[in-house]
């Protein structure tokens, strides 16, 4: 956990940052997907794993299966970043590719069908919700009058879990999600009243771009989330230099923006409250980190 005077100064309150950029694997992932390999049967572990991602939760659940030796196949868009199929295969993952997010789920029926393999989804799960909920107990560990916890939202596993920790832990604590425009699938979900599965996925924060919410997910944020709002990629960009020029912290889109959301005055916050803005993750590729924050 970081404090931020800057960012506080800016939006008025006392402001922190909980660096999950600095996990293993570079985001919060490995919290839910240790703990739901572990949680797997000796039966589920000997037909393999089979997930979907576009690069984060790729990389955590391969990191997590090879702990134990588990074998897992990966259904990834061919627009993930070329870095994070890298990390993916590195952690002992078998990729395959579908033409885009919205493909992922198809390939994955056909890999169960192929190989007889359990299917962990990457965040619409109970246990990786709860493996998630760590990062909540944590921020209020570090932090106990923590007031408002800003998290970036992709199919909802995050918010849920840290949601359902922190509410558990403070009362009254206020939770808040941010969400791209370009995939603003649990706003969809929250608007329209179940999961919404979006025909397209438009943003830099390929982190985020979830093609549907999840329904555990949908439920935990309706009954323990304040708001959800909607923030476009330029504002995302902010966040991403004012990390790196004011906390000096390398995020991908994903991970700036909570605090993007923060800057542009999108999530109400109130004088003197203690803020947590969560940054997950750090894995961008430094040419295109530099192309973005350039400007």
């Not at 997930?51 to 627009?79: D, L, Q, W």
């Amino acid at each position: 956990m970081l404090s931020s005077r800057t960012l506080g100064e800016r939006i008025g309150a006392d402001a922190y940052l909980k660096a999950e950029c600095f996990q293993r694997t570079g985001s919060f992932k490995p919290r839910g997907a240790l703990f739901a390999v572990a949680s797997l049967s000796a039966e589920q572990r000997a037909h393999g794993i089979v997930t979907m991602s576009a690069g984060n939760a790729a990389a955590a659940i391969s990191y997590a299966a090879s702990a134990v030796g588990v074998r897992v196949t990966v259904a990834m868009p061919e627009s993930a970043p070329r870095m994070k199929v890298d990390a993916t295969q590195g952690y002992g993952g078998q990729v395959r590719f579908a033409a885009d997010m919205t493909g992922v789920r198809a390939l994955v029926a056909t890999i169960q069908e192929e190989t007889g393999a359990y299917f962990l989804h990457p965040y619409d799960d109970d246990a990786m919700i709860t493996g998630h909920g760590s990062l909540g107990l944590e921020i209020l560990d570090d932090l106990p009058d923590a007031d408002v916890i800003v998290v970036g939202i992709g199919g909802g596993g995050l918010i849920s879990g840290v949601a359902v920790a922190a509410a558990a832990k403070k009362k009254g604590i206020r939770i808040v999600g941010v969400e791209p425009e370009g995939a603003a699938a649990m706003r969809a979900a929250l608007d329209a009243g179940r999961p919404v599965p979006l025909d397209t996925l438009r943003t830099i924060a390929d982190g985020l771009a979830a093609p549907v919410a999840g329904t555990r997910g949908l439920e935990i944020v309706r009954r323990l989330v304040e708001d959800v709002v909607v923030i476009p990629d330029t504002v995302i960009v902010e966040g991403m230099r004012f990390l790196a020029e004011r906390a000096k912290l390398v995020t991908e889109p994903a991970g700036a923006a909570a605090v993007g959301a923060l800057l542009a005055g999108r999530v109400r916050v109130r004088a003197g409250e203690r803020v947590v803005a969560i940054v997950s993750g750090g894995n961008v590729d430094r040419a295109r980190f530099a192309e973005l924050i350039a400007g």
